[in-house]
């Protein structure tokens, strides 16, 4: 009953006790009234003592709780409550009367609505004009000889009754009080919302901060309040740490968002915004739980610029993706043409050449485009493979002949700088079940890399073996090797590691990121162990039953597993062309 105005617990704690008593005064009085006063001055008196008792008192509680102002009230209530006390203590027969044993009731009643010495004080200065004013009563009221019999003694002892559930309701107040002053405290400190909720989420208490966070009045949120104004895709998170809350955590920490009322007028739309929202409570505390909330708009602002910026990143992946298929498209038709061309040029097809010299040069142009093409078809191969439209068609086949095929491509290559290529197969190593092409463009680039940057005389091996499931082969050199701090370049599309030796052969940096694609695409792993001046070794891992199926989107390059080299230094692998 107390007006909603009242926004301080304090005094709304006030208001309450203070229509509590007048509420309940009346049936005390009428109680007295009919076995004191009715002997003394007859059923009239005594009736219209009653109905005075309960149309003033419900009038005046009425009145405090339509308005939410006790002030005045509560200075009238006093001075009519001296007043009928002086008229009962009269009609029981005078001071003298266990009766008069009352007038501690006034000041304790003042000291339980006002909770303050200063309303004791009035309590007691109204007892004491109660006692001073039995003369005049005794004159002014046609009260007949009355005789003090033992039951006058019930109506203190039913008054002093009351005091006990009153005294433990207190004392719980008391202890809220404090509580909420601790909140109070808190939430000054951490400029936050401070909510106190039941077990199932009834919000029983809410801080003055909900006014200026919320822009709401406090009692708006009792109850389901707060719940109901939650973003409805958030309510499932905040349900689900109540009952974490509930089983016996202490805390849990979530965001959601919430509904604050529109500043301006016209049509009602919705207008959510982020807050923070911890749970916490007192491990001997099982049915109140304190709910700190707090802004975030930093925060939600922070990860809607961080969406929107791996948005962009993602699409300028794919256009990054597409348009290198596109120009790789584009650049293959003519480069097809040139290289048949030559190739016929250089056979003499349409008649000898008049200049040893004209053979030389096409025979540059068609190298030229071979090596173009190659690179134009790595691009598209990364470009296919980054983006997730790069297909695999895995077929048994014996993994010995993809190594025959790359040792007879490369051996020219090797043989120009007199470099031992060699193939140390197990036995066991068997058939593998997975992509032909794929299989043998990762050894040839692997082993085209190993001789590109091995010494003239230096020694290529490729060796193979079975171990359980999978199949690990490798790719050692005995090459230059690349410094460590290098190593966190490897494998990324167009980048290339410098040296003074490196310097001098040509590449994309496509080849080892090419392999490593390849190799996520067949669910393999690959480790690489290097030192500088001691060569490269490069292992492959694949499952021999084949890569799982797997989506056209799914991207296929991720980073790759890495081994420590010797000496507990990170290896590195060198750039491939």
């Not at 048949?340 to 250089?346: A, V």
Request: charged fraction near 20%; charge should be neutral; glycine fraction near 8%.
């Amino acid at each position: 009953m107390v007006h909603p105005s009242v926004l301080e617990r304090s005094d709304r704690e006030r208001q309450h006790r203070f229509i509590g008593v007048m509420l309940a005064s009346p049936f005390f009085a009428a109680g007295a009234a009919v076995t004191l006063v009715t002997s003394g001055m007859g059923a009239a008196v005594t009736m219209a003592a009653i109905f005075a008792a309960f149309g003033f008192c419900w009038f005046v509680a009425l009145l405090v709780a339509a308005t939410g102002k006790m002030a005045l009230a509560g200075k009238v209530a006093m001075a009519m409550a001296g007043i009928g006390l002086a008229g009962l203590i009269a009609a029981a027969g005078g001071l003298s009367s266990p009766v008069a044993l009352l007038l501690v009731a006034l000041p304790f009643e003042a000291w339980w609505i006002g909770t303050s010495r200063r309303a004791a004080l009035w309590g007691a200065v109204s007892a004491l004009a109660a006692v001073l004013a039995q003369p005049l009563v005794g004159t002014l009221l046609p009260l007949a000889a009355a005789q003090i019999p033992a039951w006058h003694w019930l109506v203190p002892l039913a008054w002093a009754l009351t005091l006990i559930p009153r005294t433990s309701v207190f004392h719980n107040t008391v202890e809220a009080s404090g509580d909420q002053d601790v909140a109070d405290r808190l939430e000054d400190v951490i400029d936050a919302v401070v909510l106190r909720v039941a077990r199932h989420g009834e919000v029983l208490e809410a801080s003055a901060k909900a006014r200026t966070m919320l822009k709401l009045p406090p009692e708006l949120l009792f109850g389901t309040g707060f719940f109901d104004r939650i973003h409805l895709s958030d309510r499932v998170c905040y349900l689900s740490a109540m009952a974490d809350m509930r089983d016996g955590a202490l805390s849990r920490r979530l965001e959601i968002r919430v509904r604050l009322p529109q500043n301006g007028g016209g049509r009602t739309v919705d207008n959510y915004r982020p807050f923070s929202l911890e749970l916490v409570r007192a491990p001997e505390q099982r049915e109140i739980f304190t709910l700190v909330v707090r802004e975030n708009d930093d925060v939600a602002a922070l990860r809607e610029e961080l969406a929107a910026a791996n948005e962009a990143a993602a699409s300028a992946e794919v256009a990054k993706g597409r348009f290198l298929a596109v120009v790789s498209h584009e650049l293959r038709t003519p480069l097809n043409a040139i290289i048949g061309f030559s190739d016929m040029l250089l056979h003499e097809m349409f008649g000898a050449f008049k200049d040893p010299r004209q053979k030389e040069y096409v025979g540059l142009v068609r190298d030229s485009g071979q090596h173009l093409l190659a690179v134009v078809t790595s691009i598209l191969d990364v470009s296919r493979i980054e983006s997730g439209a790069y297909a695999t068609e895995p077929e048994p086949f014996r993994f010995s002949e993809a190594v025959d095929m790359c040792q007879s491509m490369m051996r020219l290559q090797a043989q120009a700088k007199s470099i031992d290529l060699q193939a140390q197969i197990a036995p066991d190593a068997g058939e593998i079940n997975a992509d032909r092409r794929a299989v043998q463009q990762i050894l040839i680039n692997l082993v085209s890399n190993a001789i590109k940057f091995t010494p003239d005389g230096g020694d290529v091996v490729v060796g193979a073996k079975r171990i359980g499931s999978r199949l690990h082969f490798w790719v050692r050199d005995t090459g230059i090797g690349i410094a460590e701090e290098d190593f966190a370049k490897l494998g990324k599309p167009f980048m290339q590691i410098h040296n003074d030796y490196t310097r001098r052969f040509e590449g994309t940096g496509l080849g080892l990121s090419l392999v490593k694609g390849l190799v996520e695409l067949h669910d393999g792993t690959m480790s690489i162990e290097s030192m500088p001046g001691e060569g490269t070794t490069v292992t492959i891992s694949l499952p021999v039953g084949g890569p799982k199926r797997r989506s056209v989107d799914q991207a296929a390059v991720l980073p790759m597993p890495v081994a420590k080299a010797k000496g507990d230094r990170n290896g590195s692998l060198r750039k491939t062309g």
